[in-house]
């Protein structure tokens, strides 16, 4: 007698029936992120949302992710505002922004209204730009200390937040100075070497930078030309937006 297989979306169906949160994250945990994507996207509309509702935040920010930008707004214009900022809350801020960019005006607000201050006012930002432009494109989510610390206390730092760094794959640290102005980059390898009590103004280098409104064209020939892995994003007094 052949057995009949149990697809992924059967499983999670099976933990919704169940009202079972813990077996329902540990699954999708276990899947990758485009299995999940298939196997909710194999649900229908209130089941997608009781999956958004149960799982953690994080889990559901991974997922919401992977969709494209306007099913994935959809989504979360069903779920309750709460639920639907603090998933908003753990995706990166550059993903963040283009799908709160698909909302109703009546959603978008009512989801920035229950996000943290800080983090609605950076999507605000976000959301001020056109999205061909660096301002449009950049990412906030960027390390950057003073000159004036030591390469052991940013090391201590980057260790504590380790998780962030490898997500972010950092090979370098931005350099600022007073009001958030740029002064340079600092290597990552230049920091481990040089012995914990150096400042970081005296291994600091001159970066690159681009304007906040430099179009997608000439983001694209500087990445074409160049080695570069990110660009710092500054406005016109030099302070630090984000990274692109």
């Known amino acids: 007698m052949q057995v009949k297989e149990r697809h992924s979306w059967d499983i999670l169906r099976e933990y919704l029936a169940q009202d079972d949160s813990q077996g329902l994250n540990d699954y999708l945990a ?15 509309p209130e089941e997608q949302q009781q999956i958004m509702a149960r799982v953690s935040p994080e ?19 069903e779920l309750s505002p709460e639920v639907a900022a603090s998933i908003v809350s753990e995706m990166d801020s550059d993903d963040q922004a283009d799908v709160l960019a698909e909302l109703e005006e009546e959603d978008l607000e009512e989801i920035l209204r229950y996000m943290d201050e800080r983090e609605a006012g950076e999507a ?11 301002g449009g494109l950049m990412m906030t989510e960027y390390f950057s200390y003073p000159r004036a610390f030591r390469t052991g206390a940013v090391l201590q730092d980057l260790a504590r937040r380790e998780e962030e760094y490898e997500l972010h794959n950092v090979h370098y640290i931005y350099v600022t100075g007073r009001g958030r102005k ?4 600092a290597l990552i390898r230049d920091i481990v070497f040089a012995g914990t009590e150096v400042r970081l103004a005296d291994i600091v280098r001159p970066a690159v930078t681009v ?34």
Not at 30 to 37: F, I, P, V
Not at 59 to 77: K, Q, R, T, V, W
Not at 182 to 185: A, I, R, W
């Open 124 to 134: 605000r930002q976000l959301l001020a730009y056109d999205d061909d432009v660096a």
């Open 59 to 77: 889990s559901a920010a991974e997922f919401i992710e992977y969709i494209p930008n306007e099913p994935a707004a959809d989504l979360l214009g």
């Open 182 to 185: 740029l002064q340079g980059v």
């Open 30 to 44: 276990a899947l990758t992120g485009e299995e999940s994507l298939r196997a909710v996207m194999r649900l229908d």
């Open 211 to 244: 304007r906040d409104k430099t179009p997608l064209d000439e983001l694209e020939n500087l990445f074409d030309e160049n080695n570069f892995t990110a660009l710092p994003v500054v406005d016109e007094e030099n302070r630090m937006l984000g990274v692109v």
